[in-house]
């Protein structure tokens, strides 16, 4: 299984999961001509995307699904409330709606998909668990982390979760009161060291690769995550990554973990 991160960030998140000769992507928060472009660079066209699967529907994780709409044939996979959503703000999808329940097993092709609830300021936030032999998981956008995040991301083989913020930049920064109590509420944004406690037990459970997404432009930088992240996977042997905000980052996924029980 490989994935290439085309863009994480607010603004815009879009990644490509490839695996059992399926391609689909995980949100589509930047333009098609965009997504085109970089799926040219894997020898890859929009006609090739098996499904796009969507966390929620905030402008940086959809942005560029109505361009899909008219450039691809891909299904849009959805959970009922975000569907519903999609339903009012894009004309023509319903055709190529697939409502998708949460907690349980899909499949796409040969990949099995299982979304799982994220703690997000929206009515439903998912994030997705994706098994072609090897397993990798995808959490961002989320305030605190629940037992079914942890559930659903323990054990995978490579995980991107998102270290949004540094808990000091933010609070001094010049984001505005109301901004910085939405940001640090449990259905905001995970801060850095919150997002470092998390790595610490994925390392424990065997994960192997962890990226650092959703990072602010404005309240953290990625040598800031990094360094946090860092001194929690001390001891590890953990691959610490960070998804760039433009430009494409990939990452093999490989079977070398035992799922957690």
Not at 136 to 145: E, L, P
Not at 156 to 170: G, P, Q, T
Not at 189 to 201: G, I
Not at 236 to 243: E, G, I, M, Y
């Amino acid at each position: 299984m490989k994935l290439t991160v085309f863009a994480s960030g607010s603004s815009g998140n879009c990644l490509l999961l490839s695996g059992g000769g399926t391609d689909i992507l995980i949100d589509a928060g930047i333009s098609a001509r965009r997504i085109s472009d970089m799926l040219g660079e894997s020898c890859l066209s929009l006609q090739d995307i098996g499904g796009v699967l969507i966390t929620h529907e905030h402008s940086d994780h959809i942005s560029g699904l109505r361009g899909l709409l008219r450039r691809s044939s891909a299904a849009i996979y959805a959970p009922r409330a975000v569907a519903a959503r999609l339903r009012g703000m894009l004309p023509g999808v319903e055709e190529r709606l697939r409502v998708i329940p949460v907690g349980e097993d899909f499949t796409i092709a040969r990949l099995t998909v299982r979304a799982f609830h994220t703690p997000h300021d929206t009515d439903e936030s998912v994030g997705y668990r994706v098994e072609c032999g090897a397993v990798f998981a995808i959490a961002t956008d989320m305030g605190c982390v629940t037992d079914e995040v942890r559930q659903n991301l323990l054990g995978a083989d490579a995980v991107l979760i998102e270290s949004n913020h540094d808990e000091d930049m933010l609070r001094y920064g010049r984001y505005p009161v109301y901004l910085k109590r939405r940001i640090l509420s449990e259905h905001g944004h995970l801060s850095n060291d919150n997002c470092a406690s998390l790595a610490r037990e994925l390392a424990e459970s065997g994960t192997k690769t962890i990226i650092l997404g959703h990072l602010s432009r404005e309240n953290n930088t990625p040598a800031t995550a990094l360094r946090t992240v860092g001194r929690a996977l001390d001891g590890t042997d953990v691959s610490l990554l960070c998804a760039p905000v433009f430009g494409a980052l990939e990452v093999k996924v490989e079977e070398k973990c035992l799922a957690s029980d």
